[in-house]
């Protein structure tokens, strides 16, 4: 509050009536919130307040609805050493976590209700219900609130009265766009305090609460990588061919590193999330990916409709190649002796390919993918991507789309590689013949629960060789999975196969029991 001789004046009779009966309401609708502003720019002295993102209007009323003081909070200062240090997290998680923390960026007592203890009172009722009131808003709550109090102008004791903590002077600068500051040359008194128990505790703690972690999901990703980093990561790239007629200001080999900062951030690598993320880079960080200065001499960010046009152009095999050399640079050689697992995936909140990935396990090496076009499945895609694996002598496991005769053949034959295959009900001759001869483990594996995404049942849908026994119930170690290796025998044991039954025409599932030349199990 500023300072006033009203303010040490006793309170009378009526103005202890007053406090008593005040009340503190939030404004949501355009019309007050306008008369707020026009309030602000009459009697504070920093004017109104274009506030941004998630922000919360309140004013005290008295028992006749006169509106007596105004609150703003809105979104908390980025960059605030003492209440970093005060609250004791570390950079990132105050990024992902910032939301949490909001700024009473404006407090007016109105001229004709400069009456004692008013503000404090106010104050008061206002930090009772805000977290509250966030959480009904915005789908969160928030933990801390900070102020910064003019010395020159205002005393500070409605803060200090309430329990706030002074955390001393700032460095005099004040945020003039998204990433640049400039000095004002009037250092704040910076005041905090938590409006839940334990509020600094939980900010610090990792991973949040699940009443939390929205916001961190919320927020995204940042990058933390310094410019001579960015720069190192354009040079593996810049080999990439050009798929447009003209450059001006993205060349693609700096959209490309974006992508993989996205990656090493571990943010969403969506085309609107990489725009965020563009849009959250310094203009050093910019100028280190490549962009190119518009005419203003700034360094622009590329729009979401900038990567759906990258997503779409680039040459995909040129650009696997780069990420497999880079793999090499940083990580070495794959492990020789490892599983090869082979998956596929399909995009769940939308239209699009699905891609077949081949990574080594447990190391979670990168060893290739390769698009499944929506006119084909998964089957003939990853026979294909054998031939581009290192396989031979290695195991290779996928999943039941991809128990077929022909699969199991063509890896052993052609690729020197074992398999490790599983068998569903879907394939009720093979289950069978397989539970005749291997007996069931003493703690089988659980049963897979059914994935509730469609896209599962349409790939099961693209490799089932026959129907699945709907009314079976599961059985103990009889649905997980069988490890079936490259037979050690003659090749003459695919003379007794047992011809399949209800099998797709080029892609046969084996049925013959333990003979079958691609479905062998594993020897003793």
Not at 265 to 271: E, I, K, V
Not at 462 to 471: H, L, T
Not at 511 to 516: E, K, V
């Amino acid at each position: 509050m500023k300072r006033s001789n009203s303010s040490s004046r006793a309170a009378s009779a009526a103005d202890q009536a007053i406090v008593q009966a005040v009340r503190v309401v939030p404004l949501t609708e355009p019309g007050p919130r306008r008369r707020f502003q026009s309030l602000l720019r009459q009697h504070h002295y920093l004017g109104g307040l274009k506030a941004v993102g998630e922000q919360m209007y309140y004013v005290a009323v008295d028992a006749q609805g006169r509106w007596l003081a105004l609150l703003l909070f809105s979104a908390a200062a980025r960059h605030l050493k003492h209440r970093d240090h005060w609250i004791g997290w570390s950079r990132a998680q105050r990024d992902r976590r910032l939301a949490l923390v909001v700024n009473n960026s404006r407090f007016l007592i109105l001229p004709h209700a400069r009456i004692p203890n008013l503000g404090s009172r106010v104050l008061r009722l206002a930090l009772d219900r805000l977290s509250a009131d966030w959480q009904a808003r915005y789908g969160h709550p928030v933990l801390v609130v900070e102020t910064f109090v003019d010395p020159e102008q205002f005393s500070g004791t409605v803060y200090t009265a309430q329990g706030w903590q002074e955390l001393g002077l700032t460095d005099g600068w004040g945020r003039c766009r998204r990433d640049y500051y400039v000095a004002h040359d009037r250092p704040k008194r910076l005041f905090v305090r938590e409006i839940v128990r334990h509020a600094r505790r939980r900010l610090q703690a990792e991973p949040l609460k699940p009443a939390l972690a929205a916001v961190e999901k919320k927020a995204g990703g940042r990058c933390y990588h310094k410019c001579g980093q960015i720069q190192a990561l354009t040079e593996h790239f810049k080999a990439l061919p050009e798929y447009r007629g003209r450059v001006e200001s993205y060349p693609v080999w700096s959209l490309v590193t974006l992508l993989l900062l996205a990656f090493l951030c571990d943010a969403p690598r969506g085309q609107k999330d990489l725009a965020k993320l563009a849009r959250r880079l310094t203009q050093h960080q910019r100028r280190a990916l490549g962009i190119r200065p518009n005419a203003q001499g700034r360094f622009p960010a590329p729009s979401q409709s900038t990567f759906s046009r990258l997503l779409s152009g680039l040459d995909a095999r040129r650009l696997n190649q780069v990420l497999l050399d880079i793999q090499t640079q940083v990580r070495g050689a794959p492990p020789p002796g490892e599983l090869i697992a082979v998956d596929g995936k399909e995009p769940r909140h939308g239209p699009g390919e699905s891609l077949l990935t081949a990574v080594s396990v447990p190391s979670q090496y990168y060893l290739g993918s390769a698009r499944v076009d929506t006119k084909t499945n998964e089957i003939p895609v990853a026979r294909a991507l054998f031939g581009e694996l290192e396989r031979v002598g290695r195991t290779v496991a996928l999943d039941a789309l991809h128990t077929q005769d022909q699969t199991a053949r063509e890896l052993v034959l052609e690729h020197g590689a074992h398999y490790l295959l599983t068998v569903k009900n879907n394939q009720p001759p093979l289950r069978q013949n397989i539970e005749k001869k291997v007996p069931v483990p003493p703690t089988g594996f659980s049963p897979s629960e059914p994935d509730a995404h469609p896209g599962a049942e349409r790939r099961q849908e693209q490799g089932r060789g026959g129907k699945p026994d709907a009314g079976e119930p599961p059985r103990r170690g009889g649905g997980g999975g069988l490890s079936l290796r490259r037979p050690s025998g003659a090749p003459d044991a695919a003379a007794k196969r047992t011809p399949g039954r209800n099998r797709r025409p080029h892609h046969r599932s084996g049925t013959g029991g333990a003979g079958g030349p691609g479905l062998a199990p594993g020897q003793p």
